[in-house]
């Protein structure tokens, strides 16, 4: 794809990009991430949304983004930050990184991408609709958000100004100049390690292991940031303990025990649809061994089954400090300021000093209409999103099948809101909702943490 058909297909426009270098030839080098790319005048990068315009770099997706989405800080693979807390997601297009497996790659890869799925924001409105919908934390995730970079640090500065946290999950291929950056105004990060083995991580991701390693490790280092780690543990690739047990040696030895290790359920997507689900037997011994080689907190995720393997407890008296199912979250024994309810023993989560509360708007509406989303093996949550058609305030509601109670949603006039729903428990059925003529409700299968279905 040329500059121009970029541009007008995708509705993409140039901006200054930081961090790139001079070359002869009008030729630039850019340094954002560890892939340094030599690029010629009118070409673009490995990434496809950095090109050379005229001997100068230009970033194309400044302010370019997948529709705001709001989630829970779990879907982040985040337990120990603010449990069970909304977070505001935003992604772009384009990737420093080729997964093989990459559940995002139609947004990642830029296929099968069409104007429907892409929004124009700038910080400012980024900022309001956070504080709008009374959602504490910005969650820059999805595709990857390193080559969004100028974006991402302009708005993540402009949200601390509003007393506003910052969330990044990446798969951190980065260099460490963009990270310098980040350490000033993202407060968590959540690395996706994909593995440590190197000849597997070029295999499947197309980058190189040690510039992620030392980027993990210049986090770990600021002692500043919240820092969780996930890995993805695929079929036939790094199901194997040994893979494992180098993951955890290597956390050990270069962190330490405390930080949390997500592992992390594949399933089969972009070049990798052949491949099976990760055995869910295998995933329980590998937590199993990585807490006897030592970590003191290691999660499955997206594992949708009830068990000792999602929950945090106090590491002083055993209590259940946090019970969760799948990406829902209960805490039973965690008190406001993050201790064990039943020792007082301060634990390693940090607390919001009050939950946030989703403001609702009040109107009469008639429920008239229904839809139905079931669970299946594959799909346990969803992207829920609905628009009010009208030139009035609307409502939707909606509850889990089975269950009394409904949750209401109130629209503004030509309101657009989408957001996460998924199973509360093993024998929960699906999600009905309820909404009037003027609005209407579509909804996306969800099939893995972090991922954005595209329409
Ligand atoms: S950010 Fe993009 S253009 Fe820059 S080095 Fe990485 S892949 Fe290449």
């Not at 600021?222 to 690739?237: G, P, Y």
């Not at 962190?255 to 689900?277: A, G, I, M, N």
């Not at 030139?391 to 109130?410: A, C, V, W, Y």
């Amino acid at each position: 794809m040329n500059l121009t058909s970029l541009k007008e297909n995708l509705g993409l426009s140039s901006r200054d990009a930081k961090f790139f270098r001079k070359l002869d030839d009008q030729s630039v080098e850019c340094y954002l991430c560890p892939r340094h790319c030599k690029i010629k005048d009118e070409k673009g990068g490995f990434c496809k949304v950095r090109w050379n315009e005229g001997g100068n770099l230009k970033t194309l997706n400044y302010g370019v983004s997948v529709q705001m989405t709001q989630e829970v800080i779990e879907t982040e693979a985040v337990n120990h930050f603010a449990p069970g807390t909304p977070i505001l997601s935003l992604g772009n297009v384009g990737c420093m990184m080729n997964c093989d497996y990459c559940h995002n790659w139609k947004t990642s890869q830029m296929r099968e991408v069409n104007l429907k799925d892409i929004h124009h924001y700038t910080p400012e409105q980024v900022v309001a609709t956070a504080l709008e919908k009374n959602i504490k934390i910005l969650s820059w995730t999805y595709n990857d958000p390193v080559v969004w970079h100028e974006f991402v640090y302009d708005t993540a500065k402009l949200a601390r100004k509003h007393g506003l946290i910052n969330l990044y999950k990446s798969a951190f291929y980065i260099g460490p100049e963009a990270i310098e950056e980040l350490l000033e105004v993202i407060d968590i990060f959540s690395i996706s390690l994909k593995s440590l083995n190197p000849e597997i991580y070029l295999k499947t991701t197309k980058g190189q292991l040690q510039p992620v390693l030392d980027g993990i490790k210049q986090v770990y280092k600021s002692k500043r940031h919240h820092l969780e780690l996930s890995n993805l543990v695929v079929t036939d690739s790094t199901d194997k303990m040994e893979e494992i047990e180098r993951l955890v040696s290597w956390i050990l030895t270069e962190l330490d025990s405390t930080v949390p290790l997500h592992l992390v359920r594949f399933h089969p997507d972009y070049k990798y649809t052949y491949v099976e689900r990760t055995s869910i037997e295998f995933l329980k011994k590998a937590r199993e061994r990585a807490l006897e080689m030592g970590l003191k907190h290691c999660y499955l995720g997206n594992v949708y089954e009830s068990g000792e393997w999602l929950n945090t407890h106090c590491q002083s008296c055993d209590e259940v400090l946090v019970k969760r199912f799948g990406l829902q979250t209960q805490t039973p024994g965690l008190s406001s300021d993050g201790s064990c309810l039943n020792c007082g023993q301060k634990s390693s989560i940090v607390t919001l000093s009050s939950s946030p509360v989703i403001p609702k708007i009040s109107t009469n509406d008639d429920f008239t209409n229904s839809k139905f989303i079931s669970w299946t093996s594959e799909a346990n949550a969803a992207h829920l999103v609905a628009k009010n058609n009208s030139t009035d305030s609307k409502s939707f509601r909606f509850r889990h099948l089975g269950k009394e109670e409904f949750s209401e949603i109130g629209l503004t006039p030509g309101e657009k809101w989408r957001f996460l729903i998924s199973r509360d428990n093993h024998s929960s059925q699906g999600i009905e909702i309820s909404f009037p003529e003027q609005i209407s409700v579509e909804f996306l299968e969800v099939l893995d943490r972090a991922h954005f279905p595209v329409s």
